[in-house]
């Protein structure tokens, strides 16, 4: 069966970073992506069409924002608003949508009218009336009235990434309006109020009080989190990442402290085409991740790792995706008051629509819900893990710098007993 491999810098052979996103209907071929024809797009379709006729709108956003990266230094960012007045918060509830129908995901998430304007980053230092405005969206902890003025009617242009949510209809804002106060909690107007809190301790003040993680995304990404003058507008994709990246940090930091596992540990979930797998073994803190893309037979395969004694390096071929696996392990072994070597391989089938890195964390906290299968024994281990993966262990394993460890560790173990 044929594959291709894309090791980290950290092992070998050439790095490519770049995924290539498909939709499983028309095959990336925007050219035959049309609105009348997309199965994926049936339920919102009457919608949609309202909207893209609508210069004024009405609706509860839940809250939601976005930041692109476009542009960077100079950015669009705006807020996220249905044209309805509604409970609308399980439109940003990640943690809720595995047990959501695919099509009724991305239904939610097309609804929504995205209206941006033009922004430099350091703006966030002195905002002007309109970002004021949106910045006060994102403090909201529930779904908040908003009307939107556009200068023209909604444009409909499909857009899917591999870290955020797709993003469609969109239209430069003229003016946005709160159409009631925004229910704020307190920790949040403490920390954003406080400009004298780095951005790091910011997040995890929010985080260690149960502010959730898009919650916090939301305030770093327009710029509300940190000391005055580093406070900076940030694209939302690197808003995400940089949130999974300081929580996983600091709890790897207490976890690093913990008694090692005694047995091999595996644990496994499924939803939305997306399979993670989970191998925990006795040893130091190691952490590896293979993100394997299944499309018509044929496998890409991504690998990053990080090692005893090695620096801290960004995951170039993994990406996001690897800190979010990351961090719901290290939450799971500082539970625990635990150590271990971890190896996690995230398969992606064929059928799978790109709606963000988020079902990565969430499938990952949803495996670890439940008791895993205890081995006393890494082959036997491995052959749990192998009946539970798609992909066939022999195209993998090679490329498992953890795994190689574990190997050369046991051999020592026994030459030492001997």
């Known amino acids: 069966m044929p594959y291709s491999l894309h090791y980290s810098r950290q092992g070998v052979g050439e790095i490519d970073s770049e995924k290539k996103v498909e939709c499983p209907v028309c095959l990336g071929d925007y050219k ?8 994926f797009l049936k ?59 695919l099509e009724k995901i991305l239904s939610m998430r097309l609804s929504m009218v995205y209206g941006k304007k033009r922004v430099k980053v350091h703006d966030a230092r002195n905002p002007d009336r309109l970002l004021q405005t949106i910045q006060e969206i994102a403090l909201s902890h529930q779904p908040v009235d908003v009307e939107l003025l556009l200068e023209k009617e909604p444009r409909i242009n499909l857009k899917f990434s591999v870290r955020t949510s797709p993003i469609c209809p969109t239209a430069t804002l003229e003016r946005v309006q709160l159409t009631q106060n925004p229910p704020t909690l307190n920790i949040i107007e403490k920390t954003v109020s406080d400009t004298d809190l780095k951005a790091v301790e910011a997040i995890l003040r929010l985080y260690l009080n149960d502010v959730r993680e898009y919650s916090i995304v939301r305030l770093l990404s327009l710029g509300m989190l940190g000391t005055k003058y580093w406070r900076r507008i940030v694209p939302t994709e690197w808003s995400i990442t940089a949130v999974d990246d300081v929580l996983g940090k600091k709890f790897r930091k207490y976890v690093k402290m913990n008694d090692w596992i005694t047995e091999y540990h595996v644990y496994g979930f499924e939803a939305h085409y997306n399979r993670v797998t989970i191998l925990m073994m006795p040893g130091p803190w190691s952490f590896e991740v293979i993100e394997i ?11 990053d790792s990080e090692l005893p004694g090695e620096v801290d390096r960004y995951p170039e071929n993994v990406g996001g995706a690897y800190h979010a696996l990351r961090l719901p392990i290290l939450e799971k072994l500082y539970r625990d008051r635990r150590q271990g070597s ?17 079902r990565f964390r969430e499938i990952c906290r949803r495996a670890l819900q439940y008791p895993p299968m205890k081995f006393n024994m890494l082959e036997e281990a491995l052959e749990e893990v192998a009946k539970r993966t798609l992909t066939d262990i022999k195209y993998w394993r090679h490329l498992s710098r953890i795994l190689k460890f574990h190997e050369f560790q046991e051999k020592i173990t026994e030459y030492i007993q001997d």
């Open 32 to 39: 035959n992506c049309k609105l009348e024809r997309c199965p």
């Open 43 to 101: 339920n919102v379709r009457d919608m949609l069409l309202k909207i893209s006729k609508m210069k004024i709108l009405y609706g509860s956003s839940p809250p939601s924002t976005l930041v692109g990266s476009w542009g960077y230094p100079r950015v669009s960012l705006g807020p996220l608003v249905p044209p309805f007045i509604e409970d609308t918060s399980i439109m940003e509830r990640h943690d809720l949508w595995l047990d959501i129908p």
């Open 293 to 303: 893309w299944r499309r018509f037979n044929n496998y890409k395969m991504y690998v």
């Open 342 to 358: 971890v190896l996690a391989i995230a398969e992606i089938s064929e059928g799978w629509i790109p709606l963000g890195v988020w």
